[in-house]
C-alpha cells in the first residue's frame, strides 16, 4: 500500500515513526530536511501521485490548531481544526484537498502530544464548550490502523471536561473506538452519499452499505453519530435518488443516535476548480456552468434553493430542526457553517 | 486515447550513449551543438559532463521540437560509489547538489526495476565517495532542467556503477562504459516503459483535428486559443464525447464570434452528472 515514506530529520526517532517505518518493512525510506521539499515543490501532477502516493512523517512545529471563521460552528459555540495529516486515502472528485496541495502525497504530523498540548490550552482559556474539527484535511479514521489516531486523542479529549470532537470520515475503520468506551463528546460525523455519487465521484470510498453498517456498530457502543449531507450533488433524477438515499439512512439507524446532521450543496474555492480542472479536464463535475460567489464556485441561488429546501424538508421526517445545520457556501473550502431551520 | 509521450534520454558521453541508442535503434539527426539521436517516440542526447551542460542539453533538447508537458526524461550515466559492486544500477529516489545544498526527490509511482537510492552530484570527479551515495556530475543539474518542462514524476535518473573504493574512477575507459551501459540496459527499458505506464494517466489531450479545422480558419489569439481548447473539453466531458464540437460556427466572422457561440452553447448543456448505468 505504501513503498515510500519519506521521513524528517526531526522525526527519525520518534517513537512512533519507528512504529510506522516498522510495519511497512518493504518500503523505501528516504530521509529528507523538511517534508515541504517533497510536499511543496512545484511540477508536481496530484493525478498522477494518487495512484501510489507515498507517506511522509513529519512534525508540525506551529499552527498546529487554529479557530474556524468567527460566527460559525455548531450551536454558535467556539471552533477550532487541527489536522494531524495531509491528504485522503480517498479520491473524491469533489474534495478541495486536490485543488489545495501540490503533491498528493499523506503527510503525517507525528508529534501528537504538541497537538494535545495546544488543544488542552485552548480548553484551559475558557468554561464554555469547544468544538475541535479533526478531518478537515484528511480523513479522521481512514488511516487509523497506521496512524493510531484514534487510540492517542481520543482518550486526551474524554479527559477534557468542555471539549467536543468530530471525527470526519468515509471510513469502516472504526475497530480502535469499538475497542474502547464510548465518548458522549466525540462525534463520529460520516459523510454521506447516494450510492451512485460513491460510485461516480466518490472513488476508493467503502460504498453506502459499508458506511452504513460502521455507523450502526459505533451507534450499538453508544458513539454519538452525525451525517454529513455534503456536498449535495446535482445528479440526474436528484429527488429520487436522494430521497430514497435518505430513507435508506434512516431505516438503518435510529435518529435519536444521530447528534447533528449538516446539509450542504457542491461548492469549490475558484482557485483551486482552475487546479482540479487542469488535472481532471474530462470530469463532467467541473465542466459544467458554475457561479462564482465570494471567490466560490457553485450551484445558483436558485438550484441551491432549491436542493436544500427539498433536502431539508425530507431530513425534517426523520430528525427534529434543532438537530439540522446548513453548511454556507464560503470561499474557505468545507469548514464553515451556519445554523439555520427548515421553514 | 491517452497522448503518447517521447522518452528523453540525456548522456553526459559517448561512451554512455552508444549501447543505448544501439539498442533502442535510434540514429543521429544532429551533431551541432549536441549530438542527438532519434526512434519512434525517443530522443537520445549527449550532454557532455558536468551540470551546467546537462541542463544546456535538456533545454536545448526541450526547445527543439518543442517540449510536450507530459514527456518522459531520463537521466543515464556511470557514477561512483562507495561499496556497491560495479555494474549495479541504482534509480535516484534522492538527488542531492551538496555545493548547492538542495535536493529533489524524484517521485518513483511504479515497481522500480532495480535497487534505489541517493545520487549526489558534485562540480568534479569524487573518489572519496563521501556518503552512502552514487556519485555523479550531472543528476542535479538534469533534474533541475527537466522538471521545468515536464511533471516531476516523469523525471527519473538512472546510474550504474562504474567505480568504488576497490575499483578506482581512473581507471575506467571509454570500452569498460559501453561494458557498464550495456549490461544496464534490461534496467534502462522497463524503467521506460513503467515510466510510459505512469504517463498514460495523463488526462486525454483535446481532439487537435477538430481544433486545427477552427484554429486555421478563424485568427486566434494565444488567449483565444486556449479558452477554445477548454471549451471543447467541457463540450466532451458534458457531452461524453458524443456529437460534434463547433460544427455550426458558419455564421461566426471572428475568433470572438466562435468564442462566444461555443461558450453559449456549452453553457447551455445540463449541469448534471450522470450516475452509471
Known sequence: ?343 | MPAVSTVNIVTALSSEAAPIRNALGLRRVSTEPFEIYEGAGLRLIISGVGTLLSAAAVGFLGGRDGASGGDIWINCGIAGHRNLPLGTPVLAEKVTSPPAGRSYYPTILFNAPCRTGTVSTYDHPVTAYPCDACCDMEAAGFVTAAVALTHGELVHVLKIVSDNKASDLHMINGEQVRALIRGGIVCLTALVERVRTVAALLPPPPDQRRLAGILQRWRFTHSQSEQLRRLQQRYAALTNGAGRFGSDLNDCRSASEVLAHLKAFVDSLPLLVRAPE
Not at chain 1, 496530484?46 to 460566527?71: S, Y
Not at chain 1, 484537498?97 to 501528537?112: D, E, I, K, P, T
Not at chain 1, 466525540?186 to 459523510?191: D, E, G, P, T
Request: charged share 25%.
Open chain 1, 1 to 343: 500500500m505504501i513503498d515510500t515514506i519519506y521521513v524528517e530529520d526531526a522525526v527519525a526517532k520518534h517513537r512512533r515513526s519507528r512504529e510506522i517505518i516498522a510495519r511497512f518493512k518493504n518500503a523505501r525510506i528516504v530521509e529528507c530536511r523538511h517534508y515541504g521539499e517533497v510536499f511543496n515543490r512545484r511540477q508536481q501532477n496530484f493525478r498522477l501521485q494518487k495512484t501510489r502516493p507515498a507517506l511522509i512523517l513529519a512534525r508540525k512545529i506551529n499552527r498546529r490548531v487554529l479557530p474556524i471563521p468567527a460566527g460559525y460552528g455548531i450551536d454558535g459555540a467556539r471552533g477550532y481544526y487541527f489536522s494531524h495529516m495531509l491528504n485522503c486515502l480517498y479520491d473524491c472528485r469533489y474534495c478541495f484537498l486536490q485543488g489545495m496541495f501540490r503533491s498528493a502525497h499523506y503527510v503525517l504530523f507525528v508529534n501528537y502530544e504538541d497537538f494535545i498540548a495546544d488543544i488542552e490550552r485552548v480548553c484551559g482559556e475558557t468554561r464554555e464548550d469547544v468544538w475541535f474539527f479533526s478531518g478537515y484535511d484528511c480523513d479522521s479514521l481512514a488511516l487509523d490502523p497506521v496512524t493510531g489516531f484514534v487510540g492517542d486523542f481520543v482518550p486526551a479529549f474524554a479527559k477534557l471536561k468542555n471539549a467536543w470532537l468530530e471525527l470526519r470520515t468515509k471510513s469502516t475503520q472504526i475497530r480502535s473506538l469499538i475497542g474502547m468506551k464510548a465518548h458522549s463528546r466525540v462525534v463520529c460525523a460520516f459523510s454521506l452519499s447516494p450510492q451512485p455519487v460513491v460510485a461516480t465521484l466518490e472513488h476508493r470510498t467503502p460504498d453506502l452499505d459499508a458506511r452504513l453498517e460502521a455507523m450502526q456498530r459505533l451507534a450499538d457502543c453508544g458513539w454519538p453519530l452525525g451525517i454529513r449531507f455534503d456536498p449535495l450533488i446535482l445528479i440526474e433524477d436528484f429527488e429520487r435518488i436522494y430521497g430514497e438515499f435518505i430513507d435508506t439512512v434512516f431505516s438503518r439507524l435510529d435518529g435519536s443516535t444521530i447528534h447533528s446532521a449538516t446539509v450542504g450543496t457542491f461548492r469549490m474555492p475558484s482557485t483551486f476548480a482552475k487546479a482540479i480542472t487542469r488535472l481532471y479536464p474530462e470530469e463532467p463535475l467541473y465542466a459544467g456552468r458554475f457561479v462564482e460567489r465570494n471567490g466560490s464556485l457553485g450551484y445558483t441561488e436558485d438550484t441551491i434553493g432549491d436542493m436544500v429546501t427539498w433536502t431539508l424538508e425530507r431530513l425534517g421526517q426523520y430528525l427534529p430542526p434543532k438537530r439540522i445545520f446548513v453548511q454556507a457556501p464560503s470561499s474557505k473550502g468545507g469548514m464553515t457553517r451556519r445554523r439555520e431551520r427548515p421553514s
